[in-house]
């Protein structure tokens, strides 16, 4: 039982902490554009292989 004393702390710590992370992230407006992603993937717009850059000119 004395092991509670210890693990109900760190785990009262741990949660707040993950808390306090999801709160920062909203602040920071890191899920304002859900939908985005999901579009982007169905475009050619974006290509996994560049072309290539003329170095002269």
């Known amino acids: 039982m004395e092991v509670l004393t210890i693990l ?3 785990s009262l710590i ?3 902490l993950g808390l306090g992370a999801f709160i920062w992230t909203l602040r920071k407006g890191m899920y304002d554009d859900p939908d985005g992603d999901s579009q982007r993937i169905l475009t050619d717009e974006y290509d996994d292989k560049p072309k290539p850059v003329d170095k002269n000119g």
């Open 8 to 10: 109900i702390p760190v």
């Open 14 to 16: 741990l949660g707040l």
